[in-house]
Structure formats: structure tokens, C-alpha cells
């Protein structure tokens, strides 16, 4: 189960975007970035700048160590970060609504273990 293939940054950029709801154009305005810089950085042909790694630090701090390189995703940090963008991605991994293929299930911890039914 879950994604075996590494993910590219722009597919980890892609994927917080998703987890919180917002089209392309919502999500470059919240990051204070040019449409088509967002646009060519999911599609893998421009890079992540600085910019969006701070923006990114900012906003969804427990989930910057798996955006930069697809470090673990604490789920109990999720639920209590002060990021309410966080504790809303936390509530959709509780409630199942996260796509498996968007996190390797080995990444995924919750507390002392695994998560196992995700």
C-alpha cells in the first residue's frame, strides 16, 4: 500500500495544495506567487524557489521536513500545531480522506507507531 516511487518536490507541492482545498490560482495567491510559477513548478519544469520553501515553513511547519526531502509525517505534531492549514490536513488523515498515494505508508507516524489504517 501507499506510494513505493518517490515523490518530486512539485508533487509533494501539489499535494499540500490539494490536502487544503484550493485550485492552482488560490493556492499561488496564498503563497504570493505568479500563477504560472506555481503552475511550472507541479509540473516539473521549474524548481522550488526559496520563496515558496519559506512560505511553505511558514504555513505547514510539521510537514517542511517531508515537502524538503519526504521526511516523516508526525501526525500527532499535525494535530497539535499551532498551523490551522496543519490540524486541517491532521483531520483528514483521522478521517481517512487522504489519498494513499500520497504518502509512503512507511512516512506516516502516529505517536509511537505507524499508521496502519489510513
Known sequence: MGNSQKL??????RIIRELIGLTQR???EFLGVDIS?????????NRV?????EQIGEN????????VYEGPVD???LRK????YCKFIAARFDAGLVPE????????RDGDFKAQDR
Open 49 to 53: 524557489t526559496e520563496e515558496i520553501y
Open 8 to 13: 518530486k518536490t512539485g508533487d509533494r507541492l
Open 26 to 28: 488560490e493556492f499561488a
Open 101 to 108: 498515494e500520497y504518502f509512503s505508508e512507511d512516512l506516516i
Open 60 to 67: 505547514f511547519p510539521e510537514l517542511l521536513k517531508w515537502f
Open 75 to 77: 501526525l500527532p505534531e
Open 81 to 84: 500545531s499551532d498551523s490551522k
Open 37 to 45: 510559477k506555481l503552475k511550472n513548478i507541479e509540473y516539473k519544469r
